[in-house]
């Protein structure tokens, strides 16, 4: 399958957003992008579009290859789903119980944490980051439009920093 341009800066630009979001926190991170997450004991197996170690990040700290029947799987998951998917892609994730899948559909970014029961429930803010709205960080993914790059993450950096004044 083809990933479009949209697709894939969009992706990349969430990706950005959550390494901004770590490094104004404080929060350690290992970002490990579109690495491969499957475990052979739930049987399933995916890419999402960028991935990440947080609070688990000292469990995989120094390792290039991870290997989720030993590591833990990723915290957060980023998904870009711009066309209707044909798979149940949060069932995959949920199967890998990875804890947090930020999902965005071209307009709506929604945030689904893995519950007790194994199931994803849409929230308001990150585990992660929960200081954080999700709807701000939305409003910066629509201003990519509007700014370049650099200066969309000058001024996510400096939204985040005073929002956690």
């Known amino acids: 399958m083809t990933i479009s341009g949209k697709h894939g800066k969009l992706s990349r630009l969430i990706g950005q957003l959550i390494a901004a979001l770590a490094d104004e926190l404080g929060i350690p991170r290992?970002?490990?992008?579109?690495?491969?997450?499957?475990?052979e004991s739930a049987m399933r197996g995916l890419e999402p579009d960028e991935c990440f170690y947080l609070t688990t990040e000292p469990l995989v700290r120094g390792k290039d290859d991870i290997d989720l029947?030993?590591?833990p799987p990723p915290d957060l998951a980023v998904e870009v789903?711009?066309?209707?998917?044909?798979r149940?892609?949060?069932?995959?994730?949920a199967a890998l119980v990875i804890p947090e899948v930020w999902r965005y559909d071209g307009s709506i970014l929604a945030v689904h944490q893995l519950d007790k029961s194994g199931s994803y429930?849409?929230?308001?803010?990150?585990?992660?980051?929960?200081a954080i709205p999700i709807a701000g960080i939305a409003a910066f993914i629509d201003r990519r439009l509007q700014l370049d790059e650099a200066s969309l993450?000058?001024?996510?950096r400096e939204w985040v920093a005073s929002s956690t004044k």
């Open 69 to 71: 029947t030993v590591d």
């Open 30 to 39: 290992g970002q490990y992008g579109d690495m491969t997450c499957d475990n």
């Open 121 to 130: 429930v849409e929230a308001t803010s990150s585990r992660y980051f929960p």
């Open 88 to 93: 149940d892609r949060l069932s995959v994730y």
């Open 81 to 86: 789903d711009l066309s209707p998917s044909q």
């Open 153 to 156: 993450l000058r001024s996510f």
